[in-house]
């Protein structure tokens, strides 16, 4: 399959430089959007053809089209970073371009040339280059490529038609008020995937299926769904958005893959920056009875969640159908923090990048 080189039409009214400072002065979180999109084609026989980079704007879609019935979509998730230099780089933009290749294969979708994605990404920050924040904060360019169906027709069987789209969007600090703890309701009877299903691949169906587990959360006065295994509801697998990991001294643990985790690529690289700061970092399976045993004996001294948008967010009370504890003093932990910080020093340029990870664009 040859890559397809992506044809420049850039916009002939991008927004003013008062314009894009103005919302770069508070982005929030998927609210702006940057002045272009690329845009590729998949067409039964053909292949991928037709990259593009054009003006950012809506997408016209018939009625029957394939995506909008039997949801037929994926997606990713990363960031380009502001380095000290003014230069901008974004992080392991190949891993993303893996994991869209094994969630397209999980949903019978084309899989789309590691070149090709990480090129449409290039494009995009390269073009849109303005908009990625000044160096020194957490403010980064969100980019969000995804793949639907658009096939017209409402048969149910692998279209014969795709959309492949990366959008950006201006992201500010997660926290902008200094690292506060999430609270968590460990849910007993949702659940967000089971063994065979599709739990690890990256599609909007597993997040339209979280939304009401999400709104019980809030009504136990919680923040965030933590999912427990499908089978035994005992297992500990992840938040719905964010991987977990479990702090025991120096000994740091996350659940272990099982095919219903969503493998994070902040997930990943925390298994390696931890290593390098001297921690040992293992994957194992953690009940959720061995969590607040663990907690109420000392031994389990920190635990946080991990993903692109808020790199890492420490997990304050947790509760349960007749538990509820505090990991620690209800403040960020210490190795929290180390993690935190080493990750996003790397990110932002500040920090030796010994793993090879940045996407340095110029
Ligand atoms: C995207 C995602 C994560 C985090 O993955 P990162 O690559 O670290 O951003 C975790 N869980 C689910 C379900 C996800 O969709």
Not at 111 to 118: A, G, I, Q, Y
Not at 129 to 137: I, L, Q, R, S, Y
Not at 184 to 193: C, E, Y
Request: aromatic share 8%.
């Amino acid at each position: 399959m040859t890559t397809p080189t992506i044809e420049l039409k850039p916009s002939s009214s991008p927004l003013s430089d008062q314009e894009r400072d103005a919302i770069l002065a508070g982005p929030g979180f998927g609210r702006h959007f940057t002045d272009h999109m690329v845009t590729v084609k998949w067409t039964e026989g053909r292949g991928w053809h037709d990259g593009q980079l054009v003006p950012y704007g809506p997408l016209s879609l018939d009625p029957a089209t394939n995506v909008l019935h039997y949801a037929q979509e994926i997606f990713e998730g990363l960031k380009a970073y502001r380095r000290p230099d003014g230069s901008v780089a974004t992080f392991r933009p190949d891993a993303n371009a893996r994991r869209f290749q094994a969630s397209a294969r999980r949903l019978a979708m084309p899989e789309l040339p590691v070149e090709t994605f990480v090129e449409a990404c290039d494009v995009l920050v390269q073009h849109d280059k303005a908009w990625v924040p000044a160096h020194g904060g957490e403010e980064s360019l969100y980019l969000r490529p995804f793949m639907i169906a658009t096939e017209v027709g409402l048969g149910v069987k692998p279209a014969s038609e795709y959309l492949f789209v990366v959008i950006a969007s201006p992201a500010g600090a997660y926290f902008p008020g200094g690292v506060k703890p999430v609270s968590i309701w460990a849910s007993q009877d949702r659940v967000r995937a089971v063994p065979g299903g599709m739990g690890d691949a990256k599609t909007g169906g597993n997040y339209a299926a979280s939304l009401l587990a999400q709104a019980e959360a809030a009504a136990q006065g919680c923040d965030q769904v933590c999912y427990l295994d499908a089978v035994e509801h005992k297992w500990v697998e992840e938040l719905g958005g964010m991987n977990l990991y479990f702090v025991y001294g120096d000994r740091i643990v996350t659940p272990a893959l099982t095919g219903s985790i969503l493998e994070g690529i902040t997930r990943d690289s925390l298994l390696e920056v931890a290593r390098d700061l001297g921690y040992e970092s293992v994957e194992e399976r953690v009940s959720i009875d061995q969590w607040r045993e663990d907690t109420a004996n000392g031994t389990l001294t920190e635990v946080f969640a991990c993903g692109t948008a808020a790199v890492i967010t420490p997990v304050g009370t947790v509760k349960t159908d007749g538990a509820e504890w505090t990991q620690g003093n209800g403040e960020p932990g210490p190795a929290t923090m180390r993690l935190r910080d080493a990750l996003l020093d790397i990110q932002r340029g500040k920090a030796e990048d010994k793993h090879g990870w940045m996407h340095v664009l110029g």
